[in-house]
Every structure is written in structure tokens, then in C-alpha cells.
């Protein structure tokens, strides 16, 4: 499924609906480059899973934990993981196999422990469409 957006608050507003829609045990991996409005779509779907703390990228610590809202939220953020023992390290399998939601940005470079089942969010920018366009990948694995 493609989605484009040409906002900022229409990003925010995908993320949300899919939280709204989320189950436990889902987990979703979101793939693009800098800048492309990741954290906003994160945002956007804590926001949709009840969580009304403030959401960052937790680049420095692997994971963020959010357990207020309607279902438990982990973000992930593994932009800087040396390897996937990192990964076990800070047992992420009692998140990605919990009955919280899971978001975890720059999947592809873990791709050899994501589960069987999961959902790609790809963010694309097009310049050429305008500066605030976005195109939205959603694939079901």
C-alpha cells in the first residue's frame, strides 16, 4: 500500500491512525534517510496508542520504553548498534515478542533478527513534488 502526504501533520496523522489500529504483538520497522519525517510518524502513532508523553528518537540508548497508554510502546532506534548482539544484549526479544507495540527505525540493518511476521513503513522524499511531500511504503512480511 502507498500513501503520499504533503504535511507534516498528514505524516503525524498516518502514524496516529495506525496506532489507533495497532494490536499487541505488533511490530512495525520504519526505514528512510534523515530527515524524510520518521519521528513525526512515530509520534503520530504513540500519539494513536493513548501515549501523551513526549517522543524522541532514542538514538543514544537503543530503546525508549512508553508503557501509558492503551498497550505498551517500544521505539527503537538502531542507527548505531555495532551488531545485532547489541540487540540481545538489551533483550529486545522481550519487547518484540511482548504484548506491546514495536517500532524500530533503520530495521535494515538488523533485518537477520526481525521476526517473520511484521510491518515496513518507507518514508520517501520527492523533491520534485514538493518540499514537504512524503511517499509511504506500507508492507506486510
Known amino acids: 500500500m502507498i500513501i503520499e502526504t504533503n504535511s507534516e501533520k498528514e505524516t503525524y496523522e498516518l502514524g496516529f491512525k495506525m496506532g489507533q489500529s495497532a494490536k499487541a504483538g505488533q511490530v512495525y520497522t520504519l526505514v528512510g534517510d534523515l530527515g524524510v519525517g520518521k519521528t513525526v510518524f512515530t509520534k503520530g502513532l504513540a500519539a494513536g496508542l493513548g501515549i501523551e508523553e513526549s517522543v524522541s528518537s532514542p538514538t543514544f540508548t537503543i530503546v525508549q520504553i512508553y508503557e501509558e497508554g492503551r498497550l505498551p510502546f517500544y521505539h527503537f532506534d538502531v542507527y548505531r ?17 511482548g504484548e506491546g507495540v514495536s517500532l524500530i527505525e533503520w530495521a535494515n540493518l538488523i ?17 520534485e513534488k514538493g518540499f514537504d511531500y512524503r511517499r509511504v511504503s506500507v508492507c506486510e512480511y
Open 81 to 97: 548498534i555495532g551488531d545485532v548482539e547489541e540487540m540481545d544484549e538489551i533483550g529486545y526479544e522481550d519487547y518484540i515478542y
Open 111 to 127: 533485518e537477520e533478527i526481525l521476526p517473520e511476521h511484521y510491518t515496513e513503513i518507507k518514508i520517501e522524499k520527492d523533491l
